[in-house]
């Protein structure tokens, strides 16, 4: 597909697939089909996911969690570890016995990790069961491969990248009720040197604003009470757009909306996590008062090597400023134990990180090399070993923050969006600073906002509604 097509004209020649998926769906199967969507990886491929369950749904799919009773069966993947990956190929192969046991089955391979050529190749030859494999700018060509398969074409793999527009228009069957997900833009152009990000999302496209305030009104005209703006990158948000507006200005758009909601997002790149943002998410009501901010190493030497474009004095004073602007904020981070020729020395500066920000929680990863970045080739004398003793110690170091944080809330009351029951009368919540409180309620309150007293914490924090 070029670049020159219209995407009115995509949206027809899917719309007219669904159209002929429909049409003979009465003749291959007794029953309403049913489609199991396996979903990996990061919130932009859950987003992704509920534009497919919409696009099966369209074709008269019904959807299930039990690959065992399904008559389509795909695996939306990510590539970003190689634990990832591993887990994946496991559940891929539970589907062949799936395949001898009836007929009429389609197994689809799909996302980030769908991209690579070398994933392609081996699925190709390894996994003769798998019908068919896309990647992850074919979402709207799901009607397409499913009709050519079911009409007698041979095993379909398309992980070209000559498209590489943000589709707009897409049917969708959104997961949750009360939270939603909102993508804001696709892709990402910061090549930090351990990612696969890039290679497998493509080059970094915002959508128009006025799409994504669209779609936000209709969410939360459907009810929804906090939308999370999804990007690789958010603070980069309008490059490459005809109308400029950045970041800043689109959340306070949103924020503009009538409704009591709430707005997160993530992720935001500490190197474009400007001051003007920081003043809109003081500005804003609506949004949170929580940024998770990456910094994957405090030691500017790995940093460099990263190239991640900031270094750990100006990650800290972005802190600062943030703290001093916003009362009451939160972090968050991600970090990297062990990137190649990193020492026990550069590990210490991110402990120092860890202890000077004290952030809510952190998510933590072993270095994992990825095929085709740069830092893959680069030499890393560590033992995994070695670096599992340094990954256990900053938990031990995060935990001992986390808890102090945790303890600083007993007795502050919080505006809490019911979020979930937990089982036993009990209910959960979040804070504007996205932190979680249970406490017992109704499940009638579920998706409401609701003033929570905390009373203790014991390994989460325990509250009562007043
Ligand atoms: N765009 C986001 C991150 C997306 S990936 C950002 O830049 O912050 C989520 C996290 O996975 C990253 O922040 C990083 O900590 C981790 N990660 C990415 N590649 C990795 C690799 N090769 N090995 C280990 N962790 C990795
Ligand atoms: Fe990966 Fe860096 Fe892009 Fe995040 S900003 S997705 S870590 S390349
Ligand atoms: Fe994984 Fe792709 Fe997200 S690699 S983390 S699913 S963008």
């Known amino acids: 597909m070029s670049n020159n097509i219209s995407n009115q004209q995509m949206l027809d020649t899917m719309q007219g697939y669904i159209e002929r998926v429909k049409e003979i769906i009465p003749t291959l199967y007794d029953h309403t089909p049913l489609a199991c969507i396996n979903t990996y990886g990061c919130q932009q491929n859950v987003s992704d996911s509920e534009r497919i369950k919409g696009i099966l749904e369209a074709m008269g799919y019904a959807l299930t969690d039990d690959y065992r009773e399904a008559d389509f069966v795909l695996f939306n993947t990510c590539a970003v570890r190689g634990h990832a990956e591993d887990r994946v190929f496991g559940n891929i192969g539970r589907t062949k016995q799936l395949k001898k046991d009836k007929g009429g089955v389609l197994v689809a391979v799909c996302g980030c990790m769908a991209q690579q050529e070398i994933i392609c190749d081996k699925v190709k030859k390894s996994y003769p069961y798998v019908d068919m494999l896309f990647g992850t700018h ?11 398969r079911l009409t007698g074409s041979g095993r379909i793999f398309d992980i070209s990248t000559d498209f590489n527009e943000v589709v707009e228009g897409l049917p969708i069957h959104r997961d949750g009720k009360i939270k939603g997900w909102l993508p804001i833009m696709h892709g990402c152009d910061n090549f930090c040197t351990y990612c696969i990000v890039p290679y497998v999302r493509g080059r970094e496209k915002s959508r128009k604003p006025d799409d994504v305030l669209a779609e936000a009104k209709s969410m939360i005209d459907a009810g929804f009470k906090e939308i999370m703006l999804l990007g690789q990158n958010v603070n980069s948000y309008g490059k490459g757009l005809d109308e400029e507006i950045n970041f800043a200005e689109l959340l306070r758009r949103i924020n503009a909306i009538e409704g009591d ?21 003081r500005d804003c009501e609506k949004v949170e008062r929580h ?34 602007l916003i009362p009451g904020v939160t972090f968050t981070s991600d970090i990297i134990v062990g990137f190649p020729g990193e020492t026990y020395d550069d590990f210490k500066e991110t402990l120092r990180v860890v202890k000077e920000v004290g952030f809510q929680a952190l998510f933590t990863f072993i270095y994992s090399p990825r095929n085709g970045t740069p830092a893959a080739n ?11 003793v340094w990954f256990s110690e900053l938990l031990a170091v995060q935990e001992e923050i986390s808890k102090k944080n945790y303890e600083a809330y007993v007795g502050t009351t919080h505006r809490v969006l019911c979020e979930e029951s937990v089982g036993e009368g ?22 409401r906002f609701l003033e929570v007293r905390v009373d203790k914490f014991t390994n989460l924090l325990e509250g009562t509604i007043v």
Do not use: W
């Open 138 to 148: 074919h979402i709207q060509n799901i009607p397409e491969y499913i009709y050519r």
């Open 261 to 281: 909601f709430r707005i997160r997002f993530m992720t935001s790149h500490p190197k474009d996590c400007t001051v003007e943002l920081l003043e809109a998410v």
């Open 291 to 324: 940024l998770h901010l990456p910094f994957q190493s405090g030691s500017d030497r790995i940093l460099k090597a990263m190239n991640r474009r900031y270094d750990s004095e100006g990650y800290l004073n972005l802190i600062k400023k943030a703290k001093e």
């Open 378 to 388: 680069m030499d890393d004398p560590v033992s995994r070993e070695e670096k599992g």
């Open 426 to 447: 009990r209910l959960s919540g979040k804070t504007s600073a996205s932190v979680d409180i249970e406490f017992e309620g109704d499940e009638s309150l579920i998706g």
